[in-house]
């Protein structure tokens, strides 16, 4: 086994949910190598031809992480831990919000304006345009230029912004990506609207934290207040000074002060941990892919991994 490889323990929480392989005339023959392969890729950052010979040929590792970034394999194997963690009372629901902006390497621009090609189906014959629809379907809006493929114009050069939403043990609950100029507030309800971990028996998933830390620059807008307060979830959010100065000058119209406990407020450094550990990843550092639902698999698979070694 190589230095982060799947361990023995980890790959039997995983082996039961993929797809069975090895039989005479199977498509899937071996999916710890080829996994192997994909963590080694957004671990180190190399490019795809440049895999080491032990995990195979590099086309089958880039194929089945394009395949299973476009038909959600990555988002359901993450979400069937944190559902078991959950079931087993392991994670920590004082949820921080933030962002992070990530540098595109300039292979990443030049997508075609166009949708992505079709990912064929497992066990269609050559020359046949059988579809599997799952791989359209499950993908994230792409194909409308820059801007579809999540890449935001800066004086650095092309950026993506990676939202998140963070549990109190240092790991990513949601995310979504945008443009890297996208602002962070107006982010904030799609970021919670992705929240959502199943319960082992029976029952709705668990959408609603217990608590929403976020910091005062980006989340402190009414609007922001209003939506967390109709969905009944207390948050701890600093207000501006001129937020304050404002509300003073407006007297009885102004309104009451927003509550802030400073030592609750203490724990938001989670949601900034747990950035570190994403960006510990070279390929989630730096984004390579040219197609922003291929990143958004990356970024998913490096977060399916903080989950299993936390």
Not at 201 to 210: A, E, H, I, Q
Not at 223 to 244: A, C, K, S, V, W
Request: hydrophobic share 30%; with cysteine.
């Amino acid at each position: 086994m190589g230095r982060g490889d799947l361990t023995n323990a980890e790959w039997d929480r995983l082996a039961s949910f993929f797809p069975r392989g090895g039989a005479r005339g199977g498509r899937w023959s071996d999916h710890r190598r080829v996994i192997n392969g994909i963590l080694y890729r957004v671990r180190t950052g190399v490019q795809w031809r440049d895999l080491p010979e032990r995990f195979g040929p590099w086309e089958t590792v880039y194929k089945r992480h394009r395949r299973w970034s476009a038909d959600g394999t990555w988002e359901m194997l993450l979400s069937r831990i944190q559902a078991a963690e959950d079931a087993a009372d392991g994670i920590d629901w004082d949820v921080s919000v933030d962002s992070t902006a990530v540098r595109a390497h300039q292979h990443a621009a030049g997508a075609r304006k166009v949708s992505p090609a079709a990912v064929p189906q497992k066990g269609a014959r050559q020359g046949t345009n059988q579809v599997d629809p799952s791989a359209e379907t499950g993908r994230p809006v792409g194909g409308g230029g820059q801007l579809g493929e999540c890449l935001g114009r800066s004086r650095g050069g092309f950026t993506t912004k990676i939202h998140l939403a963070a549990d109190g043990r240092c790991r990513p609950l949601a995310f979504v990506l945008t443009p890297g100029h996208y602002g962070d507030g107006p982010q904030l309800e799609r970021v919670l609207e992705q929240i959502s971990v199943s319960r082992t028996g029976v029952g709705r998933p668990r959408t609603r934290p217990n608590r929403v830390l976020a910091d005062k620059a980006a989340y402190t807008s009414r609007r922001n207040r209003r939506y967390l307060r109709r969905r009944g979830i207390p948050h701890t959010i600093p207000e501006r000074l001129d937020q304050q100065r404002h509300r003073k000058n407006r007297g009885s119209r102004g309104g009451r002060p927003t509550g802030f406990d400073s030592e609750r407020y203490k724990k938001r450094n989670t949601v900034e941990r747990t950035i570190n550990r994403l960006k510990g990843f070279r390929a989630v550092a730096t984004r390579y892919e040219k197609r922003a639902y291929i990143y958004l698999g990356t970024v998913t698979l490096a977060a399916l991994v903080i989950w299993l070694r936390t």
